[in-house]
């Protein structure tokens, strides 16, 4: 399932790395009170699925997906925890199939002309871009987008706040993925204040 309409009123959405799941229901109150409704989880740690299933029971105005899927388990796992909605770095035959199988919001990931296309022609309008600095950035985007013009993109890896803008002002683009606002070190010290005052900052250079 293309996750084009659950992602289309979002500006920025928050690349969290959750070690202690703990942290996971003061953080998404702490996004939400910013002003950011929606979050990806990645599964790069342990606590990464009760950090899922924590904010969605405890959370509910915050949609909250996981990112970093690679494996089709991955998959039914992150919808028994009541993720709604999947973000991959690539894409595979049996991740879409499983995705359309459990009805997943899926945001595949490609990096070149032939991969948006496959997935262009398995209903993905919207697609992942990453690393995003690292492949070329705004610049690429833009070469792509030009013969590809129905694609929309959901650019992460390398963004700051000084790129975000240029990002979002990109026709092809729909949000932006970033952590910039959510250093690892005030996460740790759980000091969802200085938290809250750099996502605020960062509603406001991304509302293009």
């Keep these: 399932m293309d996750a084009t309409e659950l992602l289309k009123n979002v500006n920025v959405v928050p690349v ?5 799941k703990t942290t996971a229901v003061d ?4 996004l939400l009170d910013a002003g950011i409704k929606a979050i990806e989880i990645t ?3 342990a606590d990464a699925l009760d950090a899922i299933e924590l904010v969605a ?6 949609t909250v997906g996981a990112g970093s899927i690679r494996e089709v388990a991955q998959l039914e796992e992150i919808l028994n925890r009541g993720a ?5 770095p690539g ?4 991740l879409i199939s499983m995705a359309k199988q459990i009805h997943m919001p899926f945001v595949p990931g490609a990096a070149t002309a032939s991969e948006i296309l496959t997935l262009m022609n398995e209903g993905y309008m919207l697609q992942k871009f990453f690393p995003a600095e690292q492949l ?14 129905e694609v929309r993109f959901f ?3 390398g963004i700051t706040a000084e790129l975000a803008p240029q990002y979002l002002e990109l026709e092809c683009v729909t949000c932006i993925g970033g952590s910039w606002f959510i250093p690892k070190a005030l996460l740790i010290e759980r000091d969802f204040a200085r938290i809250k005052e750099m996502s605020r900052a960062a509603v406001e250079i991304t509302h293009v």
């Design 27 to 30: 953080l998404a109150l702490t």
């Design 91 to 94: 894409a595979t035959g049996p």
């Design 155 to 157: 650019p992460t890896g």
């Design 84 to 88: 709604q909605f999947a973000v991959s």
């Design 43 to 45: 599964l790069r740690t």
């Design 136 to 149: 070329g950035g705004t610049q690429t985007l833009k070469a792509l987008s030009a013969p590809l013009p």
């Design 57 to 62: 029971k405890s959370v509910p105005e915050m």
């Design 16 to 20: 969290v790395v959750i070690e202690d």
